[in-house]
């Protein structure tokens, strides 16, 4: 009982799905995140018993709402595509939620930077708690001479590398944003050392709202009519390059666990 979104990743390159995204299809992983560590930047993730249970940990909020919660619904979509039992890639993954957006799906340059020097000193003082980690911003910003040269020198060089890592370092997983236009424009997608992540369809095919212009993005992933909860749990379709990003975190989890 699988959404099209799950049983893509179980296709061929050129296999496409039928249009019907409600139909029922299966998915098959033979891993399920098990002991790595995803953590979520986004609008905060909403605890539930059922999907996530004790996998699911509530890190800093660093937006300018005054609770954790998710007041906006993106943050914990993109959880229960990457680490649901129901719709989750990798359904056996740990996530941590740190808040940098608002009700609004509103943050600052500011607000990412102390998420990223919060998940290093998590990495840093906590370096066995989990086999592996990563990193998932389903997010854009725009480029600024401040905020870029904080990427490159303080986190880049400390902790983008390669999945196989075990040092603190954390892969990078990014949207590519749904302007039509080059990842390569916002930051930090324009890092080369970041994984950008653009949209594909049914057919496989790039929508011409996905930005996959340039040189920044390599890689593709669901973001067409894919079916998640939103921050009540009730079922919802969206579509983005977000969606693509999470479908990737979830893919890296299952490859590293």
Same mark, same amino acid.
């Given at each position: ?15 496409? $799905? ?6 029922? %299809?299966?998915? $098959? ?57 129901? %719709? ?7 996530? +941590? ?58 986190? $880049? ?36 050392? +970041? ?33 998640? %909860? ?16 999470? %479908? ?10």
């Amino acid at each position: 009982d699988a959404p099209w979104g799950l049983a893509s990743l179980n296709t061929y390159k050129n296999e496409s $799905l039928p249009q019907d995204y409600q139909k029922n %299809f299966t998915y $098959l992983t033979r891993h399920d995140g098990k002991d790595v560590n995803v953590y979520v930047l986004d609008s905060g993730i909403n605890p539930n018993s059922t999907e996530f249970g004790s996998r699911l940990s509530i890190g800093p909020n660093f937006s300018t709402d005054k609770v954790s919660d998710d007041l906006n619904g993106h943050g914990t979509s993109m959880a229960s595509i990457i680490g649901s039992q129901t %719709f989750g890639v990798a359904n056996g993954v740990n996530i +941590t939620s740190i808040k940098i957006f608002n009700q609004w799906g509103d943050s600052t340059h500011s607000a990412a930077m102390e998420a990223f020097q919060w998940v290093w000193e998590d990495r840093v003082t906590t370096p066995s708690k989990y086999k592996r980690s990563l990193i998932n911003l389903s997010a854009i910003f725009e480029r600024g001479e401040t905020f870029d040269e904080a990427i490159n020198a303080y986190y $880049l060089q400390k902790q983008i590398d390669t999945p196989t890592d075990n040092d603190g370092r954390n892969l990078l997983v990014l949207s590519a944003g749904n302007t039509g236009g080059d990842a390569c424009n916002y930051s930090p997608a324009y890092e080369a050392r +970041t994984m950008v992540v653009t949209a594909h369809d049914q057919n496989k095919e790039i929508p011409s709202w996905a930005n996959n212009g340039g040189n920044c993005t390599f890689y593709a992933a669901p973001g067409h009519r894919i079916i998640s %909860f939103n921050q009540r749990y009730e079922l919802s379709s969206g579509y983005g390059t977000s969606q693509a990003a999470a %479908f990737a975190s979830g893919v890296l989890a299952s490859l590293l666990s």
